[in-house]
């Protein structure tokens, strides 16, 4: 069997893009290891077809993080065998790349977002030139990209000047049914509807605290929040100024079949990024998806990409601002509008009916096999 290397900087147990893309290499032949890192806060892997490796760092967070993580992985690559190593984000792609060259391995690079463009790096202009040097010159040698969406696709390409195949970050369609969890268990009032909002970086600029001040102009209404980033201590801090206790529930960080749980009943599912920088004008996050294949409408900030999606197949609407008042007129609309909120629920079907990685991971195929 081929033998492939996985590398991801996270903790692997959140990360569903790159367990999907591990899948489908297992159910090709591949011999899969997908390595990433153990954090002190990492949840317990479920049971995987594939192998795993968690590396624990001495640094969490930060330059010396970032720094061991490279020396570390380097260090994997160099010492386990592999016919073919997958990079996912600029983050890993530096000893990837100078593994494939000592190894002379086939290289596949995975980029899920416009890494150099996150707010994270706006303002640490050193740090992004590091980053971006790495990119110009690793990524015009790369023959096998790929990326969540076309967008991200043709900034890439008119860039660099390499063709980048879409992959989009979408559900599996046949997938083992999850009896749901009633909702006296999680303690959901029958008369109440319920709103959520997930993902793994509910950070700066995702529109949670606009979502949180909005609930002051929603009655009868509770909003999840499920996941984890840099923005809960703020949005717990609202919470308590505005008295919202009984409105906004926060359920932190859980496993994704119990993600689905939360997710299935929920009457309407947010997604709220801001344009405030080209990474996240252009994003395609996975709760989008998420949300469509629990049978969920979506209210969208006005994104192109995710508009596109609610638009053609009429899942849910979309906000013109982030105003919380606004926000909340929106919400209100919906959740009042039984026979609407119906028939997006029933076009949901529809969509996850196209829009899964049985259909998506034919791209991957077409590219792994030529390997095989």
């Not at 061991?68 to 992985?73: A, K, N, S, V």
């Not at 994003?283 to 469509?292: A, G, Q």
């Not at 209210?299 to 919380?324: A, F, R, T, W």
């Not at 509008?337 to 991971?361: G, H, P, R, S, V």
Request: glycine share 4%; net charge positive; charged share 25%.
């Amino acid at each position: 069997m081929k033998k492939v290397i996985v590398s991801v900087i996270n903790d692997l147990s959140t990360d569903q893009r790159v367990h999907r893309t591990c899948v489908t290499l297992y159910k090709l032949g591949y011999d899969v290891i997908l390595v990433g890192r153990k954090q002190r806060a990492s949840l317990p892997l479920t049971t995987r077809d594939y192998s795993t490796r968690r590396m624990f760092l001495l640094f969490e967070k930060g330059p010396f993080f970032y720094a061991e993580y490279q020396i570390r992985l380097f260090l994997f690559l160099l010492f386990h065998k592999s016919d073919i190593l997958i990079s996912n984000d600029l983050d890993t792609l530096l000893p990837n790349y100078l593994i494939s060259i000592i190894k002379q391995s086939n290289l596949v690079y995975d980029t899920h977002e416009l890494f150099c463009e996150v707010p994270e790096l706006q303002l640490r202009t050193f740090k992004r030139k590091i980053w971006k040097r790495i990119e110009r010159w690793i990524f015009p040698k790369l023959k096998h990209v790929f990326t969540v969406n076309d967008s991200i696709a043709k900034i890439y390409t008119n860039e660099y000047g390499i063709p980048v195949k879409v992959v989009r970050n979408v559900p599996f369609c046949n997938q083992p049914k999850i009896e749901p969890f009633h909702r006296h268990y999680l303690d959901f009032p029958k008369s109440k509807k319920v709103i959520v909002l997930q993902g793994a970086g509910i950070n700066i600029d995702r529109g949670a605290e606009e979502a949180v001040e909005a609930m002051q102009y929603v009655s009868d209404t509770i909003l999840l929040i499920i996941g984890s980033g840099d923005v809960i201590g703020k949005l717990k801090q609202i919470v308590t100024a505005l008295h919202l206790m009984d409105r906004v529930r926060f359920i932190g960080k859980v496993p994704l079949e119990k993600l689905k749980q939360y997710t299935y009943h929920a009457d309407l599912g947010l997604t709220l990024d801001k344009d405030t920088n080209i990474n996240y004008r252009y994003s395609l996050p996975n709760k989008l998806f998420d949300y469509i294949h629990a049978g969920v409408p979506v209210l969208s900030s006005n994104l192109v990409e995710i508009k596109n999606i609610i638009m053609q197949y009429q899942i849910g609407d979309c906000i013109e601002n982030h105003d919380p008042k606004h926000i909340a007129d929106k919400i209100n609309t919906i959740l009042k509008d039984a026979e609407t909120l119906q028939m997006w629920k029933k076009n949901t079907k529809i969509a996850a009916a196209e829009l899964n990685w049985e259909n998506e991971e034919q791209q991957l195929i077409a590219v792994y096999k030529q390997f095989l």
